[in-house]
Nanobody, 121 residues
Framework: QVQLVESGGGLVQAGGSLRLSCAAS????????MGWYRQAPGKQRELVAA???????YYADSVKGRFTISRDSAKNAVALHMNSLKPEDTAVYHC???????????????WGQGTQVTVSS
């Protein structure tokens, strides 16, 4: 059974930076993409960023230019580098894995437990 374990969340002031990490234990044979969703209280879950094994990426408009996703395929790990953080980035961030084919990400095959990111104003 594959487990995704996130780390790196915390409390930061607006304008600050955080780095989230996600490592997979076990081999994800069929998945070739990983990404990060976030969910804030009272809001819908949002796909923040995703990356495929060929380094194709996706970013939500709300984080473009501020967040960068990177992947270590050999380690089944993915990181989310978050800069210029805003209070509206406050949410629980979940790592997930899935597939990428023909320009489309289909994530959600495996999920991490989530890590809290809180940005104070």
């Amino acid at each position: 059974q594959v487990q995704l374990v996130e780390s790196g969340g915390g409390l930061v002031q607006a304008g600050g930076s955080l780095r989230l990490s996600c490592a997979a234990s076990g081999t994800i044979f069929s998945d070739n993409a990983m990404g990060w969703y976030r969910q804030a209280p009272g809001k819908q879950r949002e796909l923040v960023a995703a990356i495929a094994s060929g380094d194709s990426t996706y970013y939500a408009d709300s984080v473009k230019g501020r967040f960068t996703i990177s992947r270590d395929s050999a380690k089944n790990a993915v990181a989310l580098h978050m800069n210029s953080l805003k209070p509206e980035d406050t949410a629980v961030y979940h790592c997930t894995s899935g597939t990428y084919y023909s320009g489309a990400f289909n994530l959600g095959n495996n999920w991490g437990q989530g890590t809290q990111v809180t940005v104070s104003s």
